[in-house]
């Protein structure tokens, strides 16, 4: 399974994942040119791709879900309530394959299976997804809201997890967001911070996860060196840790 994280964080989202020669797009949160220059750099033509799945309806993972429908000739999954407030929040223009799934469900893909997750976060029936190929399970867990009931032991059933980590909640505190900001964040409905995304993977270390890679880190409120270095704190060297960028795109290690 081969996974590029293509951008990460409140500025846009959008990761790629092939496996068993199914190709898919996870939310579409930065240009239809840059994922094209993104993936070609790595020699994946983003043409035809098999699905683009959108988490929810924050315009920094759905914005240019209709530009990548036309451009790519990608069908769009999505719940309805998910594209029906996407399309109040941003101009999605023409999309005229939608194939809508609910929250919950599993999504088949022949040899892959995408589960979809319920998660708690502010965006509307939002959900996280894991990519199932039959041998090799990767999650990818971001805006999650809080670590709610069941997520720390999802995440011991994965080989692989791009995981939120915020925010670090002294940066936070100290930083520039006005307060109803800085509460909407902590809020049940908002991010997972640094301590929360160690915390779940300390209770999944020494099973069957392979590597982390750290997503969604805040710019205003977090540091990838300081991401790692709360990580590393809590789980010492346990497991290979990677930050997926919020300006380039990088790949993990294939699982």
């Known amino acids: 399974m081969r996974v590029i994280s293509l951008q990460s964080g409140s500025n846009g989202n959008c990761i790629f994942v092939q496996a068993r020669g199914v190709r898919l797009l996870f939310d579409a949160g930065i240009s239809g040119v840059q994922a094209q220059e993104r993936l070609g750099a790595f020699s994946v033509d983003p043409a035809g791709m098999d699905g683009l799945l959108i988490s929810h309806d924050h315009s920094d993972h759905v914005r240019c879900a209709g530009i990548f429908h036309r451009k790519f000739q990608v069908p769009v999954y999505a719940t309805n309530r998910t594209l029906l407030a996407a399309r109040r929040r941003s101009r999605l223009g023409l999309i005229d394959d939608v194939r809508c799934f609910r929250s919950g469900e599993s999504i088949d893909f022949g040899e892959v299976v995408v589960e979809t997750i319920p998660t708690p976060h502010d965006g509307v029936d939002g959900v996280g997804f894991?990519?199932?190929?039959?041998?090799?399970?990767?999650?990818?867990?971001?805006?999650?809201?809080?670590?709610?009931?069941?997520?720390?032991?999802?995440?011991?059933?994965?080989?692989?997890?791009?995981?939120?980590?915020?925010?670090?909640?002294?940066?936070?505190?100290?930083?520039?967001?006005?307060?109803?900001?800085?509460?909407?964040?902590?809020?049940?409905?908002?991010?997972?911070?640094?301590?929360?995304?160690?915390?779940?993977?300390?209770?999944?270390?020494?099973?069957?996860?392979?590597?982390?890679?750290?997503?969604?880190?805040?710019?205003q409120n977090n540091d990838p060196d300081v991401a790692l270095a709360t990580h590393r704190g809590i789980i010492a060297d346990s497991l290979p840790l990677y930050v997926a960028s919020r300006h380039h795109a990088i790949e993990v290690p294939e699982i």
């Open 130 to 219: 894991v990519v199932d190929d039959g041998c090799h399970r990767l999650g990818i867990l971001t805006d999650l809201g809080h670590v709610f009931a069941g997520l720390a032991e999802l995440l011991q059933t994965l080989d692989a997890v791009l995981l939120e980590s915020n925010y670090d909640p002294r940066m936070l505190a100290d930083g520039p967001y006005p307060e109803f900001l800085k509460q909407r964040i902590l809020s049940p409905q908002g991010h997972l911070s640094n301590c929360e995304s160690a915390g779940l993977l300390n209770r999944a270390v020494g099973g069957r996860l392979k590597w982390a890679c750290l997503a969604h880190l805040s710019e």
